[in-house]
């Protein structure tokens, strides 16, 4: 009599492991949650450092929660509802209130005004995205400035003001109160716009981008670990004007045909079109 049972039973599986696989993308995100609301009691404390800090530290918990699920294979919609709600307060109103605090609790007394905006912008681009866009982004495409961006750019610019590099500025490059106020008016603008922002790159060594995207990789984490307040903020900017200007160039690059330009075309329509068209009319 053979031993070999392999066909006859199934090892059973154990409900608790896979419970326990599900639960951890929304541990994540609810540690995604939890440094936001640390970063709004730092802010109006007067630490702005710290509270830009546990920003990134929110957006760390965010990619790892989605690289989590969809590994895992557990992504499912109560998820990702979750995911939306707490980015709006780690991304918008962490990252508003900073700022406020920051720089326009003196303003005057309708400047909250402008956090406001920032804030409806991220809750706008994230009802957006959970509608139509998680399913119609081009692949290795956002549509629109993501959240995290946005949200990681303020809230690094307190800890690059400090740096020495930022000291040497010339003046008209110091973004005190009017240059904060463009550049949240332009993260929000963003958010809501369509143009395309590219992911996060592929890692690996089997094809050409694959490497490429490798290499950007390992600059961005060498940035992070050696120089975080030096070089975030910057790589903030520029990952926003990036989007700017590929959008820019392409709409560019496609010209449109014109009014002339269609006559000419159909000036020079073959003859025999032109008979085919007169004789069945």
């Known amino acids: 009599m053979s031993n070999d049972t392999s066909g006859e039973y199934e090892a059973p599986r154990r409900p608790g492991i896979r419970r326990a696989i599900v639960v951890i993308p929304s541990a994540f995100t609810l540690g995604n949650l ?26 760390v918990a965010d990619i790892l929660d989605g690289r989590l699920a969809r590994m895992s294979h557990t992504g499912t919609r109560f998820g990702a509802e979750l995911d939306s709600l707490v980015d709006v307060i780690s991304f918008g109103v962490a990252p508003a209130m900073l700022m406020y605090f920051i720089e326009f609790a003196e303003a005057g007394k309708f400047a909250w005004i402008l956090c406001f905006i920032y804030v409806a912008a991220v809750a706008v681009r994230l009802a957006r995205y959970n509608i139509t866009a998680a399913g119609s982004d081009k692949p290795g495409w956002f549509t629109g400035l993501p959240s995290p961006a946005a949200g990681m750019t303020l809230a690094t610019y307190y800890a690059f003001s400090q740096t020495a590099w930022y000291q040497k500025f010339p003046e008209y490059l110091d973004l005190q109160r009017q240059g904060l106020t463009f550049l949240i008016i332009a993260l929000a603008a963003m958010m809501l716009s369509t143009v395309k922002y590219p992911r996060t790159p592929r890692i690996g060594f089997r094809s050409l981008s694959a490497i490429v995207g490798t290499l950007v990789t390992l600059g961005i984490l060498a940035g992070v670990i050696f120089a975080p307040s030096t070089f975030l903020f910057p790589f903030g900017l520029g990952y926003l004007i990036f989007g700017v200007l590929r959008s820019s160039y392409i709409a560019l690059s496609e010209r449109p045909v014109d009014d002339a330009d269609a006559q000419t075309l159909h000036v020079r329509a073959p003859r025999g079109h032109d008979r085919h068209k007169d004789s069945a009319s």
């Open 34 to 59: 939890f440094f936001g609301i640390w970063s709004i009691v730092y802010a109006a404390q007067g630490n702005f450092t710290w509270a830009g800090w546990f920003i990134v530290f929110a957006g």
